[in-house]
Nanobody, 120 residues
Framework: QVQVMESGGGLVQSGGSLRLSCVAS????????MAWYRQAPGRERELVAS???????TYADSVKARFTISRDNAKNTLYLQMNSLKPEDTVVYYC??????????????WGQGTQVTVFS
């Protein structure tokens, strides 16, 4: 069994920064695609940024030039550095990862989410 767990959310003033972390644990053979999503109440979950095992990165237009996604494969950890935060970034952020437990089986795992609140 595998799981991912986020940390690093909190309360920050507009223009400030936060760094989210997501640690994968369990019977991990390899981690493939990893991503950050976010979801506001009553809205669909949206992709914020993704990074695959070859370090190919994509960003949502709304966060380009402000957020940076990265991963540390040795630590099974995904990061999201968020700079120049805006009140509209106030939502719950979720980590998602495709984790192989052996050469044949891959599981998609979601974290429980971490709240980010930006006040003006």
């Amino acid at each position: 069994q595998v799981q991912v767990m986020e940390s690093g959310g909190g309360l920050v003033q507009s223009g400030g920064s936060l760094r989210l972390s997501c640690v994968a644990s369990g019977n991990i053979f390899k981690i493939n695609d990893m991503a950050w999503y976010r979801q506001a109440p009553g809205r669909e979950r949206e992709l914020v940024a993704s990074i695959n095992s070859a370090n190919i990165i994509t960003y949502a237009d709304s966060v380009k030039a402000r957020f940076t996604i990265s991963r540390d494969n040795a630590k099974n950890t995904l990061y999201l550095q968020m700079n120049s935060l805006k009140p509209e970034d106030t939502v719950v952020y979720y980590c998602n990862a495709d984790i192989q437990v052996n050469r044949n089986y891959e599981f998609n795992s979601w974290g429980q989410g971490t709240q980010v609140t930006v006040f003006s």
